[in-house]
Nanobody, 119 residues
Framework: EVQLVESGGDWVESGGSLKLSCVAS????????MNWVRQAPGKELEWVSNIRSDAAGGTRTYHDPVKGRFTISRDNAQNTLFLQMNNLKPEDTGMYYC??????????RGQGTQVTVSS
């Protein structure tokens, strides 16, 4: 059974940092493109970052609002995806999900972890 379990969300002041984790089971994260997405209250799901599979070179891409502040990474031995978030802003508040390639599909995401950034 494919499962994604996110953790690491918290309340933090503007300018602070958090590191999100996503433990995968039922498949190897190294073999697939993986994503982080987020959803702010009352807003649509928003793609945040992608890391390509090892076979595709592990290239990382970011949505413009988080470039230079967020870093996606992967630990293949732990089968875990990470998102390091620095210099957090109130507009980063939302539920964060890790997801496989079809990140828009609810069945491709975990249950999420809440990030709240106060101004």
């Amino acid at each position: 059974e494919v499962q994604l379990v996110e953790s690491g969300g918290d309340w933090v002041e503007s300018g602070g940092s958090l590191k999100l984790s996503c433990v995968a089971s039922g498949f190897s994260v190294s073999l697939y493109d993986m994503n982080w997405v987020r959803q702010a209250p009352g807003k649509e799901l928003e793609w945040v970052s992608n890391i390509r599979s090892d076979a595709a070179g592990g290239t990382r891409t970011y949505h413009d609002p988080v470039k230079g502040r967020f870093t996606i990474s992967r630990d293949n031995a732990q089968n875990t995806l990470f998102l390091q978030m620095n210099n957090l802003k109130p507009e980063d508040t939302g539920m964060y999900y890790c997801a496989t390639s079809k990140w828009w599909d609810v069945n491709s995401r975990g249950q999420g972890t809440q990030v709240t950034v106060s101004s």
